[in-house]
């Protein structure tokens, strides 16, 4: 392990941590972080490792902070008015009351993926070799720290960044709920653990310890601070709380109001009023920014805080933004709990119609998928909607009764019923244009636009579809979704090249997602781009590891192009994730045959026993069986494969053993059928070859004739076969 470049320092005090982080740097410090949560919230240490290089960054070499301008001002709200905002969409800049679409859970994996590469573009244009991060109190870091210092460990090239990762402990606070890329596995994986002994604590500077306890924001774990500061009055400790607030609120940096000043708040004179507010600041901030394990902690603490008899409003905030965030988190059925609570708390119609809207969107959606119930989401949707048509001013009840049909037509959606569907949003669209103004509620337009070319697509009107996702993106031409759904579209109409475009305008709009990657790669690979897919689906790997479609394209492609080295490193690696994949399964036997014909088919058996409905399996033992001069046996395989999957390769394959073991008029089917799929000249020289031995002369010298015209290269083989066959 001494190879590895990362480590990862375990030491149970901070001063022994701080000394293991300093000792025998090999390499110039980029920079010293403090992941501590209380700090700045989520990207405590991310975002102080940008505040640190993105000035420099930015005079040096503008571009290169403007393509990762997503990344950098979602984390960093300080380097607003430093770094221009030029990809804002409407979900970015809708005002709070007309939020109605939410980041996907992913989108802080997708942020790191792009810190990572702005990162090594900054440290490649410094030069000079690599540069050491050093990060303390990892074990106290919000999951958008750890997944970004995760992905870093995966990712960072250790000619440029090597990191040190301080821990308390051997076992990190790992949130509940699904985390793209975990901190411990890649502790463990990526990095030399260096455990450091105990030692004396140093000695403190002649102050008051307890204001020094404050002022560190009550992170450290000396315990002398702490003694001295839990020794004093309640109203002493409220006061240095409040005083460190207002500090901290004074400094103007908005990153502060997600960590230590709601903290501050809350233990100052006023929890239930100042610090109340302040978690329902921190809290809104992070919901729209797709924080959701600290919008769910921000929310805990201000139901701590506040009830719905006395303050409705924000306890219906703390409740719904973290049922939100549950559902979000991939914790659901927590999230039913809340709304079943709810409900119970309060009678006001518009909690209720909230309430059962969100109760019908997790019925249908968020639950796994043999636990959805879109009857019952049907009836919660209805519920919803008679709640939103009773609402007393006509613009308020026009907007929540279309928003809530929108819910309805999704319940729709996945019940079939997709005519019902394209009523409901279309109706939406029309109702919203009599009843608001132009400017209104713009994001849900565009929404429910976008939602209606889903379901025509889905109903395979294409050409409609293209037009509702152009109208969006005329308005909301930021949002990269939009390019990537409609890439999607334009490979159904048979507009590969166009296709690509999109999905690189949304691959320039967006920080990096495998998806969209992953898309473009089968896209080139169409267009027969072979490099190009190549590339894109390795890259589709790095920025998801657990992709095994990707590892399946790769090889293929690897195995096609004779790199049967990289073929098996990527079947290798697809079988560590899915075991029984059948496609990396059959590749495996393929590769096989190149070295042993016997392994090969003896591995193709154990596939078509266990998976007798997958073709290529049977195409693949028939190629082996027929390499091996097992005529008949190749020939059966063939068929069984043509009648599971009728494809012009099979033909061909088959009609060629046919021809070998001597009968030209099935072989002579076989070929036919596989040259007017193709107009492959392959294909028509065997054809000639199969209407020679028919006697049939002259059809095949016009066969060959035309084979020769399509393909030079082959004239050899023809006159060949003329010569012999007189």
Not at 340 to 357: F, I, L
Not at 564 to 572: E, F, P
Request: include cysteine.
């Amino acid at each position: 392990m001494s190879d590895v470049p990362h480590q990862w320092i375990r030491a149970r005090h901070q001063h022994d941590r701080q000394r293991l982080l300093a000792a025998g740097a090999e390499v110039p410090v980029l920079a010293v972080l403090d992941a501590h949560r209380r700090l700045r919230g989520p990207y405590s240490a991310g975002g102080a490792l940008l505040r640190t290089v993105v000035p420099e960054a930015l005079r040096d070499w503008p571009d290169l902070v403007a393509a990762h301008e997503t990344e950098i001002l979602a984390l960093t709200p300080e380097l607003r008015g430093v770094v221009p905002a030029t990809r804002e969409t409407l979900t970015s800049l809708a005002v709070p009351k007309e939020r109605t679409r939410f980041y996907s859970r992913l989108r802080t994996a997708r942020i790191a993926h792009g810190l990572t590469e702005f990162l090594h573009g900054h440290l490649r244009r410094l030069g000079d070799g690599p540069r050491l991060l050093l990060v303390d109190n990892v074990h106290e870091a919000d999951p958008t720290d750890q997944e970004l210092l995760a992905i870093l460990l995966r990712r960072a090239d250790p000619g440029l960044l090597r990191l040190r990762i301080a821990t308390a402990a051997d076992e990190l606070n790992t949130p509940p709920g699904p985390l793209a890329e975990p901190l411990g596995p890649a502790l463990e994986r990526y990095a030399r653990v260096i455990t450091g002994r105990d030692t004396p604590l140093p000695p403190l500077p002649a102050e008051d310890l307890a204001a020094r306890w404050v002022a560190g924001d009550c992170t450290g774990d000396d315990p002398r601070p702490r003694a001295a500061y839990e020794a004093l009055a309640p109203a002493d400790r409220a006061a240095l709380h409040d005083a460190r607030a207002d500090a901290l609120t004074a400094a103007g940096e908005p990153s502060l109001a997600l960590g230590a000043v709601p903290y501050h708040r809350e233990h100052g004179r006023d929890p239930y009023g100042a610090g109340a507010g302040a978690l329902r600041t921190a809290l809104d901030i992070c919901v729209d920014l797709g924080f959701y394990h600290a919008t769910v902690d921000f929310a805990e603490r201000g139901l701590a805080l506040v009830d719905a008899t006395t303050a409705r409003n924000d306890w219906w905030a703390f409740t719904t933004k973290k049922t939100t965030s549950l559902a979000a988190l991939g914790r659901p059925e927590e999230a039913l709990v809340l709304y079943e609570g709810a409900r119970a708390a309060t009678d006001s119609p518009m909690v209720h119609m909230q309430a059962a809207y969100a109760t019908a969107m997790i019925h249908t959606r968020y639950l796994p998928r043999d636990e959805q119930d879109h009857s019952t989401a049907r009836a919660w949707a209805n519920a919803a909607i008679a709640f939103a048509q009773a609402i007393p001013d006509p613009g308020e009840r026009a907007f929540q009764t279309v928003f809530n049909r929108n819910g309805l037509a999704l319940v729709a959606v996945h019940e079939g019923e997709l005519e019902e569907a394209l009523r409901l949003v279309s109706e939406g669209i029309v109702w919203l244009d009599r009843s608001l103004g132009a400017s209104e509620h713009a994001l849900h337009r565009s929404v429910l636009k976008h939602n209606r070319s889903q379901v025509l697509i889905a109903l395979g009107r294409y050409e409609e579809a293209l037009t509702d996702l152009d109208d969006v993106i005329a308005v909301d031409s930021n949002h990269p979704e939009y390019h990537f759904d409609r890439g999607n579209l334009l490979r159904r109409l048979d507009r590969p090249a166009d296709a690509v475009v999109c999905y690189e305008r949304a691959m320039a709009l967006s920080p990096p997602f495998p998806e969209v990657v992953y898309n473009r790669a089968d896209t080139r690979l169409e267009l027969g781009d072979i490099p190009g897919a190549l590339a894109d689906f390795g890259y589709a790997v790095e920025l998801d590891p657990g992709r095994v479609d990707a590892y399946v394209n790769r090889a293929s492609l690897r195995y096609a192009t004779d790199d049967l080295a990289g073929a098996g490193q990527d079947i290798g690696a697809g079988l560590a994730l899915e075991p029984d994949n059948a496609p990396l399964l059959c590749l495996r036997g393929q590769l096989l045959a190149a070295s042993d014909a016997d392994a090969a088919h003896t591995a193709l058996t154990g596939l078509v026993t266990a998976r007798p409905d997958y073709a290529p399996a049977w195409a693949a033992r028939a190629t082996v069986s027929y390499e091996r001069g097992e005529l008949m046996d190749a020939i059966e395989d063939f068929g069984r494969s043509l009648a599971l999957e009728d494809t012009a390769d099979v033909r061909f394959n088959r009609g060629v053993a046919y021809l070998e073991a001597g009968d030209p008029d099935k072989a002579l089917a076989d070929l036919s059928a596989a040259f007017e799929a193709t107009g492959d000249p392959e294909a028509q020289l065997h054809l000639g070859v199969c209407l020679l031995k028919l006697d049939r002369p002259a059809e095949a010298r016009a066969a060959f004739h035309r084979c020769v015209e399509e393909d030079p290269d082959l004239a050899a083989r023809v006159e060949a076969l003329d010569v012999r066959h007189g």
